[in-house]
């Protein structure tokens, strides 16, 4: 049995990946813990300066240890910096390897214009009501009863929870990528408007045994949108390590 940690994004909850539930195989056990950053109770997080080592915590919770961790939108951040941390301190990284789902990240903090500020913020509503849309199926929601869904989503994560995210997101510069040796597969959506598809190919370009995975047409949350698919790509992760130890290859098999 393998098993898989999901990791959700700023205001969201486990509930994020509930498409995926009948595409995983028999041998994958899932665990999607509910985060301090999350729907359900996101006060407590507002004034955390360390989700890196809340993360920790979270992942030594997981009865037996996670093979694999799936981190979405802004849990990228925080378990980029667990992976940094622990490979600059000599120890083992914990996991086999990493899905990074949408992530944030800029290598240097010239990357990061004033004009920037202002656009990303406008796009977090317009994010969630898109994620409060593909979530309700079948049962499509009133575009305005989605719209005002998603700006109480915003209010609920507020001024301290946004700081937060833009906090981490600052801090990815000083995140040291290069030293991170775990195999990580780096998702992006070419129609993303919130997290860029270009800072994915960045990301994978910097990590050693990084691999990027670009979908054409694809938007801030492929677990919801083609849930076969991106079910079809954690496992592909997945099989990297005991494919790897089969053929003692160093090799990296990634599907994308």
Known sequence: MRRVVLLHGLGNSGAIWSACAAHWRP???VHAPELPWGSAGIAG??????????LAEVLAAVPGGADLVVAHSFASMPLLEL????????DPPGVAGAVLVNPFYRP?????PWAM??????????????GVRLQSGNRPID????ADIAQRLCEFVGPY??????DAYLSTPLVPVHTIGTPCLVIGGDRDTTADAAEARTLAAALPRGRESIRTGGGHFPMLADPVW???AVHDVLDGPAERARSGSGAYPVGT
């Open 83 to 90: 992976l940094g941390r622990r490979a600059v301190a000599g």
């Open 230 to 232: 991106f079910t079809g």
């Open 143 to 146: 575009p305005a009863l989605r």
């Open 161 to 166: 929870g946004w700081l937060r995210f833009l």
């Open 117 to 130: 500020i202002a656009p990303l913020l406008a796009s977090f509503p317009a994010t969630m009501a898109e």
């Open 27 to 29: 041998d994958v056990e």
């Open 108 to 112: 240097s903090a010239d990357d990061f």
């Open 45 to 54: 997080w507002r004034h955390e300066r360390d989700s890196a080592a809340l």
